[in-house]
């Protein structure tokens, strides 16, 4: 399972991390990918996926399974792209570019609609926006990110997926994930989709993050064609 951290302003960084410890005690090897753009290693590197470079990043997730598929130490046939925020969105974004590179995507809080996302972000995020992504004003930027939102491809996805939404999220709001979803089952592909009413940008009520954790286990767990782990005794 290939994970995407959020940000994009961020980096994975090795320690523990519950949910991906669950994963791996439950036989899923996790691939905790810094793709390009991620911090932690340079300016050069943090600005590689600045504005129009946006859509190399995605090359980076093919080739992590690529790299994979040399080791030998895992199934390259059974992989998935798990991500939360950004990481949502490279993960929606990921399965319409790569329909049959995945066998299930996992998205939680993910951008479906980059000219919506931008329009609507507050006066504070507006002027980093500008740095990291464009001027959603411009029209040529404007035309470059309606191309690459994954709402806009959502035709493309036949991958499964299992969206993840907080009903009361003030950064990505909830119906970037609504639309989505109903944009992809209306192709014929499956979506679970599970939507917290009482949640924001991040599941924060031990019992919800609980449910939300077994699901997604269990939906991989389905996809990859895993026998579930026997009950405890």
């Not at 998935?80 to 066998?103: K, R």
């Not at 939300?212 to 064609?225: T, Y």
Request: glycine share 10%.
């Amino acid at each position: 399972m290939l994970n995407l951290h959020g940000g994009p302003s961020a980096h994975a960084v090795p320690g523990y991390t519950p949910h991906l410890q669950y994963f791996a005690a439950r036989g899923i090897a996790v691939f905790d990918l810094n793709y390009r753009g991620s911090t932690g290693f340079g300016k050069t590197f943090a600005r590689l996926n600045d504005k129009r470079l946006r859509v190399n990043e995605l090359g980076d997730l093919a080739d992590a399974v690529a790299y994979m598929r040399k080791t030998g130490r895992v199934d390259p046939a059974r992989a998935a792209v798990m991500g939360g925020s950004y990481g949502g969105y490279l993960t929606n974004a990921a399965v319409g570019a790569y329909p049959d590179l995945f066998v299930a995507g996992a998205s939680f809080v993910g951008v479906s609609d980059w000219v919506k996302a931008l329009e609507g972000a507050g006066p504070e995020l507006k002027a980093s926006d500008r740095q990291e992504y464009g001027d959603i004003d411009n029209p040529a930027d404007r035309t470059f990110f309606a191309s690459i939102s994954p709402i806009n491809n959502a035709a493309k996805i036949r991958t499964p997926l299992l969206v993840e939404h907080g009903a009361n999220d003030p950064r990505d709001p909830v119906t970037e994930s609504d639309r989505l979803v109903e944009a992809v089952r209306r192709n014929g592909t499956e979506v679970v989709y599970l939507r917290f009413p009482d949640e924001g940008h991040s599941v924060t009520n031990l019992a919800n993050r609980v449910h939300m954790w077994r699901a997604v286990a269990a939906f991989l767990e389905r996809k990859f064609g895993m026998s579930p782990p026997s009950p405890a005794r």
